[in-house]
Every structure is written in C-alpha cells, then in structure tokens.
C-alpha cells in the first residue's frame, strides 16, 4: 500500500472518529460513564436520553436503575422501575429492570436466606426460557421461605410470568389479609397488569378491604387503567376522608374533573373537596373553577379556588381576578387574590396601588406594599408614603424601599419623618441597604439627631459590621450612656480592629 493511500486512509478514519464523538448522544454518554463505574453521572446522563425521547426511552429507564442501584441509590431505582412499568408494560427491558429490582433487594445476613436469594434471582432468569419448570421451584420458596424479602422477590417473579398458575397464585396472595404488605406487592402487580380480570379482582378487594394500605395500592393500580368508574363508585361509598383524597388526586391525574364535578356538593369532608379543587387546578379546569367560585361560601375552599385559577393560569385569570376584587368575601380573600395575580406574574400594580388608595385595613395596605416592592414599583411607594395613616402601613414601605435598594427615597422619607419610631426605622432601612452613601448618610445625621436617631445609627453600624464608622462615633461622643452602646457593639464585633480598639482605650486608662 503507497503512503499517500494509507495516509488518506488514517485521515478518514481520524475523521469517522471524530464525527463519532460529536454525534454522541446522552445515552451514548451514559453506557460509557457505566463502563468506567461513574454511576451516578450515567444515571444522569440516561435521564437527559429519556427526556429527549428519541425511541429508546425504554432501555433508558433499565439503564438508569441499572445505574442508581450501583450508585446505592436504592428508593430511586426502585422508583424508576415502578415508572419503567407504567409507561412501558410490554418492554423486554422491563424483565431485565425486575431482575435488577429482586439482586438488588436488602437481605438479612444469613446462609440461608443469601441461599434463596441467588435462588429466585437465577429463576428469575430461567422463567422466561423455561417458565414450566421454574414456576413450581418459585412456589415452593414462596410457600417455604421464612424471609419476606425473598417471598417478595418471588412474588415479583411471578409478576413476569404470564402462565395461568403464576397469576393464580399472584391472586390468591391479593387476597391474603394476613401479610398487607406481599398483599400490597400483589396488588401492585396485578394492577400493572390491567386486565379485565384483574381489575375486577381489585374492585371486590377493595370493597372487602380493611386496611388503608391496601386501599392506597387498590387505588393507584386504577391510574393505569384510564377509567374513572370504578375510582367514582369507590369515592362514592369511601367514607375515610384520607382515602377520599387520594381517590380524588387519582381521578384529577385521569383527567376526570367533569365527573369530579357532579360529585364535589356530595363531599362532607372540607380537604376532601380542597383536594378536588386542587385537582380541577392541575387538570387546568379554569371555567370550572370560576363556576365553583360563584357557588361556594366556605371561605377556605374560596380561597383555594382562587389559588387554583392562578396555578390553572391562561391569559384571562388574571383580568377575572382583578375583577373580583371587590366582591370578595373576606379580607383574607382580598389578600389571596392580590397573591395571585402576582403569582400569576400579571401586572398586579394597578390593583396594590387602589388598595393603598381606598381600603383602610391596614394588613392589606401591608400586602399591597409588600406586592409593589415585588414589582419594583419604589417611585410609587415613595410619592404613597406621606398619604398613609397607618404607622404599620408606613413601616411596611419603608421595608419594601430597603429590599428594593432604593435608598433615596429612605433618605427623603427619613429627612420629613416627625414620628422618631419610623425614623428609627427608616435608619434600620439604610443599613439593610447597606452602601457607602448610606453609610456617610447615616454617620453625618449621627451629630444632630436625637438619642432615638443616634442609637438606631449605633445599631446600623453593627448591621453593617462597620468597625471603623463606630470608632468614629465613639471618639467623638460624650454622653456615656451612648459610649456604652457603643462599646456593647464593638465588643460584640468579630473584628480584630475593633479587639485592638478596646485594649488600647483599657491600657490608657489602666
């Protein structure tokens, strides 16, 4: 081969190679992260692959509990196997993600259980390629087994098997009441599995059910299924307010808010219909939400639907929130619905600005400041502050300009303020915002302001940590009363000037 053949051969290669390494992809990333032991960057890296959903989503999530497992990440991985079965029943990655479920399980420390634990991970294995003669070995360790873990492993075996006799035996451990818990990862099987036979199972156990738990699995093995039906009969004779609420929160995920609808005046229980209307919410159920909102007079379930319509959001929740202002209920619904709009992001200005004009309860006018500072609207707060009759109302503005930084407008309000409480506060503003024109401000208001003022600016000094500016004040003060304010905050200073400060003044006079 002549060099200039070979070297055009290695060019390309180098090229092929290098084009390789730019097209790979997250899940490219993650198999050689597994490779190098970098668990829990290839678990992240399987994460970005799912999220892109690009037709391997499925061997994605195997990987990714494959990844959390050897990262010790147990409740994770457990996790992302449940979810690997919901979105994906049918992927043979799923066999391969219960067997890591079932190796990676916690086992006591003895011979014998470590014994049955390779056991049921080599049928585990073998059910798949010979599944009649596993299936007997994997129930006589379920029906022999003195571990739960190990029975619960088999119980999961058993859950892969499509063979009459592996489902026979799944059901009958769904109706053992004498273990809740295997009954529980039963029923979570069978639900997986939603067929026609075995949701119909579930809805004769839950009817028969005493325990809560076993309730709780019933009703999440529905959210599968995508029929409401039996969830609202359920719901209709569930008299548990707890399992009512997570009957509901189901139906809400199903998206079966009309049905919730009809039921919602049935409901006795004050959480059982928050829960409702909070579902309405996630649904996006805004129409309805209104609607509920013209009809209920409970206050609390007012003000949830209101925050409802906000977490619903769309362009005109916020004019319809706005709007309602007036009619509202309550002070508190007042309050809530300012809250709203903001969380909303709506420009929520106009109304904070009628609030501090007309309403008289000074919490809201508190509200409405607070909301106004939010939005950066200082210009306002500052013009607003001499109208307000309110001491809280004053204060409030005053602390909303400090989180703003708009120290100017502290200044002029400080510079007219007669009330020497708000002037007291008015200093603690400027130290808040904490910059070396506040802090000339405030050391040269030092000399004419009254004790209240010169306190206040002692302690804005130690807000400050300014060592320096309080020595100043100290060398020219007289009064010994305010020496020894100022000595209490030196001393308490973490400051080496400060420490050399004192030891000087102590030497001198010893």
Excluded: C
Excluded at 376 to 381: D, M, P
Aim: no cysteine; aromatic share 4%; charged share 30%.
């Amino acid at each position: 081969m002549s060099i200039n053949k070979l070297m055009k051969q290695i060019t390309m290669a180098t090229g092929l190679v290098a084009a390789s390494v730019m097209a790979q992809s997250p899940y490219d990333d993650g198999q050689q992260a597994l490779r190098e032991q970098r668990w829990s960057e290839a678990a992240e890296q399987f994460e970005q692959s799912m999220e892109e959903n690009k037709g391997n989503v499925d061997a994605a999530m195997y990987w990714r509990a494959h990844a959390l497992y050897k990262a010790g990440r147990k409740r994770e991985a457990d996790r992302q196997v449940r979810d690997l079965e919901r979105a994906f029943p049918d992927s043979r990655w799923l066999k391969e993600a219960r067997v890591a479920q079932i190796e990676n399980n916690d086992s006591e420390d003895n011979t014998t259980v470590l014994d049955e634990e390779l056991r049921i991970y080599a049928l585990a294995q073998l059910m798949d390629k010979d599944s009649a003669r596993a299936l007997p070995l994997v129930l006589d360790i379920l029906r022999t087994s003195s571990s739960e873990s190990v029975r619960r492993d088999a119980i999961f075996v058993l859950g892969m098997s499509e063979e009459p006799a592996a489902q026979k035996a799944l059901v009958e451990i769904a109706r053992d009441t004498g273990n809740p818990e295997l009954q529980v990862e039963a029923i979570e099987l069978l639900g997986s599995a939603s067929s026609e036979a075995s949701l119909k199972l579930l809805h004769s156990l839950y009817a028969n059910a005493g325990n809560a738990e076993v309730k709780e699995a019933i009703i999440d093995a529905y959210y599968a299924t995508d029929d409401p039906a039996p969830l609202l009969a359920m719901l209709r004779s569930e008299k548990n307010p707890e399992l009512q609420e997570e009957i509901i929160e189901v139906l809400g995920a199903m998206g079966a808010t009309a049905e919730l609808k009809e039921l919602y005046p049935t409901l006795e229980n004050e959480e059982t219909k928050e829960t409702a209307i909070e579902a309405f919410a996630i649904a996006g159920e805004t129409t309805l939400l209104k609607e509920l909102l013209a009809s209920e007079k409970n206050p609390e379930l007012r003000e949830t639907a209101i925050e409802g319509i906000a977490m619903a959001g769309g362009d005109e929740a916020g004019p319809y929130l706005e709007s309602i202002y007036n009619s509202a209920a309550s002070r508190e619904e007042k309050s809530t619905i300012l809250e709203a709009l903001v969380i909303l992001e709506h420009d929520a200005s106009n109304l904070a600005l009628k609030i501090l004009k007309n309403e008289t309860d000074p919490e809201l006018q508190s509200d409405a400041i607070e909301v106004l500072g939010i939005l950066g609207a200082t210009a306002e707060l500052s013009s607003l502050y001499s109208s307000l009759g309110s001491y809280e109302a004053r204060e409030a503005v005053l602390e909303s300009l400090a989180i703003a930084d708009d120290s100017a407008s502290v200044i002029r309000i400080l510079q007219s303020e007669q009330d020497p409480e708000l002037k007291a506060t008015a200093i603690e503003a400027l130290a808040i915002i904490d910059d070396p024109e506040t802090t000339d401000f405030l050391l040269k208001l030092y000399p004419q302001g009254s004790e209240d003022e010169k306190i206040a600016v002692i302690e804005a000094m130690l807000i400050q940590d300014n060592v320096q500016g309080l020595i100043g004040l100290m060398k020219q003060e007289t009064d010994p009363e305010l020496k020894r304010e100022m000595l209490e905050a030196l001393s308490s200073m973490d400051s080496e000037e400060s420490d050399e400060y004192l030891f000087d003044l102590l030497e001198k006079k010893g």
